[in-house]
């Protein structure tokens, strides 16, 4: 089994009520039980909005929170506010302190989600995506773990291509192109699986409904091109940064669906599913059918790295101190 810290705080903060966090919300930061938008705005409607999700662990031991990557998080978001045709977007100084002021407002004392998000705040009945107003929110929330990896992931290849990048961006976290996503989940939940592997229109494997996909073959990692219709993943780019300090070679190139059946390891990496391994897919046993040493190396490692436990990894950081 995979060894990790406890996924929140064995003492958590005083129990609330998601009304009486606080959000950050189109300029000040007010109860989120009064971040409120019209039934008639844009994004509401027709999706407009793009989003991040943005992890912060708390460390018991060191009695602080760490924010995971805010500052590659708001380098996205800001690429995608872009190819929604948003503009003027706050800098990167800007919306970095604005998520780490909602964090400390909210005094969290176990691992939490922040999720940023830009939307198209015009009320308006019409498809388009310019001559539109647009606002921001960031809500943080306590989070535990997205999927169960301490035994394993189940993977199903999903009936349900994933969105090609010139019918709707793939690079960008646009809140209408996750209903594709839910699509790919709720077919492998139905189905009795854990997770949806995801194919490009030409049938390559892309990614899982919301993860990065990694497998492995003779000690090498192997993970698609940003070519294949994926997400550019911040945890995907960290990984291979990680594996490479560990001395594991790292390629990256299109993957056939029949590699997953027939490699030595399968794993899944984002913020959501953080590093999770997988042990099956499409009915078939991955390996030996338990999670493999590379896939469990990658996980320790991260997540002592994503707990400040690791000083050589510091710089994925950012020290949220308690208000």
Request: proline share 5%.
């Amino acid at each position: 089994m995979l060894t990790q810290q406890p996924s929140t705080s064995p003492t958590p903060a005083t129990a609330r009520t998601l009304d009486d966090l606080v959000a950050y919300f189109e300029g000040d930061w007010v109860p989120l039980k009064d971040a409120k938008v019209s039934i008639m705005t844009h994004a509401f409607m027709y999706g407009t909005a793009t989003f991040e999700g943005i992890r912060a662990y708390w460390n018991a031991d060191q009695g602080r929170l760490y924010g995971l990557f805010i500052r590659e998080h708001v380098e996205r978001i800001r690429k995608s506010a872009r190819i929604l045709l948003m503009d003027p977007i706050p800098s990167v100084d800007e919306l970095a302190s604005i998520v780490v002021e909602t964090a400390r407002r909210n005094n969290f004392r176990e691992d939490v989600y922040i999720r940023p998000s830009f939307y198209k705040s015009t009320r308006a009945i019409g498809v388009k995506l310019h001559h539109l107003e647009h606002e921001l929110y960031v809500i943080t929330v306590p989070f535990g773990n997205y999927i169960d990896i301490e035994k394993g992931v189940r993977l199903q290849t999903s009936t349900w291509r994933r969105n090609a990048d010139e019918a709707l961006p793939a690079r960008g976290k646009i809140v209408g192109g996750y209903v594709n996503m839910a699509f790919q989940k709720s077919e492998a939940e139905l189905n009795g699986f854990d997770e949806a592997l995801v194919l490009t229109p030409d049938g390559h494997a892309s990614e899982a409904s919301a993860a990065n996909l990694f497998i492995v073959r003779d000690g090498t990692l192997i993970t698609p091109p940003v070519s294949d219709d994926i997400l550019e993943g911040v945890t995907r780019a960290a990984i291979i940064g990680l594996a490479q300090d560990l001395g594991l070679p790292v390629e990256v190139r299109s993957v056939d669906r029949s590699e997953l059946y027939i490699c030595d390891e399968v794993f899944l990496c984002g913020t959501g599913v953080q590093v999770s391994p997988v042990i099956e897919v499409d009915h078939r046993a991955v390996g030996t059918g338990q999670i493999g040493p590379i896939s469990r190396q990658v996980s320790e490692r991260y997540f002592a790295a994503v707990r400040g436990n690791l000083p050589e990894y510091r710089h994925w950081l950012t020290p949220i101190d308690q208000g």
